[in-house]
């Protein structure tokens, strides 16, 4: 499997001198294509510091970005738009859909901005929607859909350009237990179906069990991984409670 994205040794400092946090230790790790990779570490470990390096938000102190085979520390401020537009497609914890416009628009609008032909657009949208079965929501406004509905808009809207990368942060944070399994289960269909690489921040142990890998971060640096290999997802969330649990923590709280 062709690595999409490297992460070479890289660290990073808040602060300046005698009040210096280092948020990340000489973290190194890739993902595959097609790799469905969970990010998961107690409060202040890194995990938001690392996303927003990732997702060229903030930029490392040293060490290198690999995404796609281009390296983002090097890219130039004027590219890193286009770069975060074609290359990256992002999920948040609060939807972030534009209120004023339907689940339509606001999922075409991503390929609006990249310059997609309008003839195409109708199509991509259909299509995405469907893989996500939200057609019948795609002419309600944000305010008329549930929760995991516009979660799920917002999850079109991230790959609907087709992206090398989705970076999603807490995706279930705002969603209650049905939802969250819906979404999440659209997310496997995606990873299964589609091949997308999925990188996923979440405290929550439940959600991280859809993943196929999990790397946990503690003060800055990767401290434990868990491979799903054969292992069926119950199994596997078992073995992430055993983690959880050893570092002294329920599922919900300690990550
Ligand atoms: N802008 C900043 N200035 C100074 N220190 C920061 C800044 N952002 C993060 N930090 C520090 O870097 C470390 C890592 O923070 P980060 O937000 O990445 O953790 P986290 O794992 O995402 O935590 P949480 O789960 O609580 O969101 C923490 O010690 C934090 O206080």
Do not use: W
């Not at 230790?25 to 107690?42: A, N, Q, R, T, W």
């Amino acid at each position: 499997m062709p690595s999409i994205m490297q992460a070479s040794h890289i660290e990073k400092y808040f602060g300046n001198k005698g009040n210096v946090t280092k948020a990340l230790d000489d973290l190194s790790f890739d993902v595959e294509k097609g790799d469905f990779v969970g990010i998961m570490g107690p409060s202040g470990s890194g995990k938001t510091t690392l996303l927003n390096c990732i997702s060229t938000i903030d930029t490392v102190t040293t060490g290198h970005i690999t995404i796609n085979s281009q390296d983002i520390t090097k890219l130039k401020k004027k590219h890193l738009e286009k770069f975060r537009r074609d290359e990256l497609g992002f999920i948040f914890q609060d939807f972030n859909l534009l209120d004023t416009l339907t689940a339509f628009e606001n999922i075409a609008l991503a390929l609006t901005i990249q310059g997609e032909k309008p003839s195409e657009i109708t199509s991509k949208v259909q299509a995405t929607a469907e893989k996500l079965e939200i057609t019948s929501v795609l002419n309600k406004f944000p305010y008329e859909m549930s929760g995991g509905q516009k979660q799920r808009v917002a999850s079109a809207r991230a790959i609907v350009t087709n992206p090398s990368l989705v970076l999603a942060d807490e995706p279930t944070g705002a969603l209650d237990s049905k939802s969250s399994r819906l979404l999440l289960e659209s997310f496997e269909k995606l990873n299964q179906d589609l091949d997308t690489t999925i990188l996923m921040v979440t405290h929550d142990a439940f959600t991280a069990s859809y993943a196929n890998r999990i790397l946990f971060i503690k003060d800055g640096k990767i401290f434990n991984e868990l491979v799903k290999g054969q292992d069926t997802r119950k199994a596997f969330f078992n073995r992430i409670m055993e983690v959880v649990t050893l570092l002294g923590g329920d599922a919900d709280d300690v990550f």
